[in-house]
Antibody
């Protein structure tokens, strides 16, 4: 059974760095073709893809967030991470991690999401 | 970036109706298109992948189709449980993009 769960600070101040953790089970990020992605959703708005990381440590980022994103993984502990530097109120959103299926490259399982508020 | 133009933004339909939600890709994405259902306060749930493939466990009332760069999600015999927001998503090319969502209300 595949499960993913996000964790984060809940609230942080503008200019700080947001650190998110995705802890998963039921698959391994060392398996050929597997990946994990991060997607966010401001309240009442649509989904925005942020970054993907693959089994071979290949990484892809949304250029709209320029150089603020860093994705990484800890295969031994079944975790993936996302850091967003220099946050501001526009980064307030629910953040999801999702598994990328190794047969089709789509997001097949999603975590429950973690709400992050940026406020002074 | 590939733009996914989703329509309508919202719709209301009755029990037992058939509805169709559309996504138009700004360039060729082949069949690299998935559909998600999202209920209030919940994460998106995969319904269709590869434009036309039904995810395991999803009722056969749901179907996906493609005509060129136009992609559709059709739901037959609407039930109350089908209420929610539906998102299309292209995974053909980075940056990955989503449609703006369609809110489906059951009257």
């Amino acid at each position: 059974q595949v499960t993913l769960k996000e964790s984060g600070p809940g609230i942080l101040q503008p200019s700080q760095t947001l650190s998110l953790t995705c802890t998963f089970s039921g698959f391994s990020l060392s398996t050929y073709g597997m990946g994990v992605g991060w997607i966010r959703q401001p309240s009442g708005k649509g989904l925005e893809w942020l970054a993907n990381i693959w089994w071979d440590d290949d990484k892809y980022y949304n250029p709209s967030l320029k150089n603020r994103l860093t994705i990484s993984k800890d295969t031994s502990n079944n975790q993936a991470f996302l850091k967003i530097t220099n946050v501001d109120t526009a980064d307030t959103a629910t953040y999801y991690c999702a598994r990328i299926d190794n047969s089709g490259y789509y997001f097949d399982y999603w975590g429950q999401g973690v709400m992050v508020t940026v406020s002074s | 970036d590939i733009q996914m133009t989703q329509s309508p933004s919202s719709m209301s339909a009755s029990l037992g109706d058939t509805v169709t939600i559309n996504c138009l890709a700004s360039q060729d994405i082949g069949n690299y298109l998935s559909w998600y259902q999202q209920k209030p306060g919940k994460s998106p749930k995969l319904m269709i992948y590869g434009a036309t493939n039904l995810e395991d466990g999803v009722p056969s009332r749901f179907s996906g189709s493609r005509s060129g760069s136009d992609y559709s999600l059709t739901i037959n015999s609407l039930g109350y449980d089908d209420e929610g927001i539906y998102h299309c998503h292209q995974y053909y090319e980075y940056p990955l993009t989503f449609g703006s969502g369609t809110k489906l209300e059951i009257k």
